[in-house]
């Protein structure tokens, strides 16, 4: 579920066209978040999150950012219960809304968030004096830029192509083949870089029957690959590089040293089954 403030006209061309591509998985619904019946009519109720979006292009910041503010306000005050993730401008504008009767932000990823755009730009900036060019490794994860062709390539700098090389690669969150249960995650490391040329970060485990996620970053030998409870975040060129690691079928020996490096396997990177 998505509100735009900013959408006061009709679609134009190029979102028409997005729409009509995804129409078996979004519908556009023109109306106003303050009015029951158009809340009844998107479905509020039965959504999994609420999702409310700022105007980056906006001369006043303060007004938009008290429009989102009554948007939530709106629609906690008839669905307590409902996930909302809002986005503002400015910093002060997340004082207030602590004071929304029914908001709840936590830690976990089933409360409230309040997304301030110039406290992550800030956030990055600070990054960046620790580490330099994390802004630019951060941004890349999400963002998708345009290469140039082969023929320009040529004539760019070496380090210039390795650059746009890396901006291929993406976050992707898949889950794991049952060929991969009990094995230590700093083996599967090796294993998925070894064969596709992945790499894995982080691993996601659900619990309470999928209600609630952790997040862990790079655990090492301490866990264990379970498939029915984990899932890989793995850094990849394109998803279906990704899913390799959860339609793996492993025929074959494999053999890892105490510091869970691959010594010896008895499958090739072109080898082992694939399920479809």
């Known amino acids: 579920m998505l509100f735009c403030n900013s959408c006061r006209i009709d679609p134009d061309i190029s979102l028409t066209a997005l729409l009509q591509r995804e129409s078996t998985t979004m519908k556009f619904l023109k109306g106003s978040v303050t009015l029951p019946e158009d809340l009844e009519r998107a479905k509020v ?20 950012d008290w429009k ?6 709106s629609i906690k005050n008839l ?15 997340k004082v207030w809304m602590s004071n929304i009767p029914g908001w709840k932000e936590h830690e976990s990823d089933q409360f409230d968030r309040a997304v301030c755009l110039t406290q992550m730009k800030l956030g990055l900036l600070a990054l960046n ?21 082969a023929a320009v390539r040529k004539t760019l700098p070496r380090w210039i192509n390795e650059y746009f090389q890396g901006t291929k690669y993406k976050l992707y969150t898949v889950k794991l083949s049952h060929a991969f249960d009990g094995m230590v995650f700093q083996q599967l490391v090796g294993f998925a870089m070894e064969f596709w040329g992945l790499l894995l970060l982080a ?5 309470n029957n999928d209600k609630k996620t952790q997040m862990i970053i790079n655990p090492g030998v301490r866990v264990r ?18 899913q390799r690691l959860r339609t793996f079928s492993i025929d ?20 082992g089954k694939y399920i479809t």
């Open 45 to 64: 109720r039965t959504a999994e999150a609420v999702i409310i979006l700022s105007d980056k292009c906006s001369q006043t910041p303060v007004e938009d």
């Open 68 to 73: 989102n503010l009554m948007c939530v306000v």
């Open 79 to 93: 669905y307590p219960n409902i996930r909302i993730i809002c986005e503002l401008m400015l910093i002060e504008s």
């Open 129 to 149: 004096c620790v580490s330099n060019g994390i802004s630019t490794l951060l941004c890349n994860f999400i963002m998708r830029d345009s290469v140039p062709t």
């Open 203 to 207: 691993v996601q485990v659900y619990t």
């Open 225 to 242: 690959i379970n498939t029915h409870r984990m899932r890989a975040v793995v850094l990849a060129k394109n998803l279906i590089e990704a």
């Open 252 to 271: 074959g020996q494999i053999m890892f040293d105490n510091y869970g490096q691959l010594i010896f396997s008895s499958l090739s990177r072109n080898q």
